[in-house]
T-cell receptor, first 112, second 113 residues
Framework: DAKTTQPPSMDCAEGRAANLPCNHSTISGNEYVYWYRQIHSQGPQYIIHGLKNNETNEMASLIITEDRKSSTLILPHATLRDTAVYYCIVRVGEGGSEKLVFGKGTKLTVNP | NAGVTQTPKFQVLKTGQSMTLQCAQDMNHEYMSWYRQDPGMGLRLIHYSVGAGITDQGEVPNGYNVSRSTTEDFPLRLLSAAPSQTSVYFC????????????FGQGTRLTVV
């Protein structure tokens, strides 16, 4: 079973920030938090990951609470093309693509 | 840079037929994996490989076979297709180190009738 809890769906207005929450209360000290998204049944796309510190890249920001039991993915200016299912995944640092356990994610709908 | 390439994109099989789903990556990644995705569900791991010549089972391996003779290729074989194997199949690859993103192919949509 996935070790994360996400709301099944969220809505956001185009141009506004989308804040997607994720609970991972059983996370271990060596587990990373990853975010992927899947647009309309395409292959999942990597967005961002972090261990302890907040992270930012050209796509999004990742805010991890100090106790690491929850995190928030922020899309600063959502567009219609950001409509997708967003997956929050925790996994141990070692290894690669086989360590991803996907839950049902959050269906984000960006409205015009 | 092609990334992860899956072929075919669509396939219809009859029950009992066998076939191979192809996956190739050009990023020299050590790790490769196969996932399946059923409607309304997340991806589930079928088989994975940590390098050429090394494979292991994932969460749902029954009815599937894999081999890894080269770093680039990781084919998935359906030995005797069943309707329960109707799904979308994704191949992924990544480097073998922590904090590494995985790259996914665009998927193969398989229907078994």
């Amino acid at each position: 079973d996935a070790k994360t809890t996400q709301p099944p769906s969220m809505d956001c207005a185009e141009g506004r920030a989308a804040n997607l929450p994720c609970n991972h209360s059983t996370i271990s000290g060596n587990e990373y938090v990853y975010w992927y998204r899947q647009i309309h049944s395409q292959g999942p796309q990597y967005i961002i990951h972090g261990l302890k510190n907040n992270e930012t890249n050209e796509m999004a920001s990742l805010i991890i609470t100090e106790d690491r039991k929850s995190s928030t993915l922020i899309l600063p200016h959502a567009t219609l093309r950001d409509t997708a299912v967003y997956y929050c995944i925790v996994r141990v640092g070692e290894g690669g693509s086989e360590k991803l356990v996907f839950g049902k994610g959050t269906k984000l709908t960006v409205n015009p | 840079n092609a990334g992860v390439t899956q072929t075919p994109k669509f396939q219809v099989l009859k029950t009992g037929q066998s076939m191979t789903l192809q996956c190739a990556q050009d990023m020299n990644h050590e790790y490769m994996s196969w996932y399946r995705q059923d409607p309304g569900m997340g991806l589930r791991l079928i088989h994975y490989s940590v390098g050429a010549g090394i494979t292991d089972q994932g969460e749902v391996p029954n009815g599937y076979n894999v081999s890894r003779s080269t770093t680039e290729d990781f084919p998935l074989r359906l030995l005797s297709a069943a309707p329960s194997q109707t799904s979308v199949y994704f191949c992924a690859s990544s480097y073998n180190r922590g904090g590494t993103e995985a790259f996914f192919g665009q998927g193969t949509r398989l229907t078994v009738v």
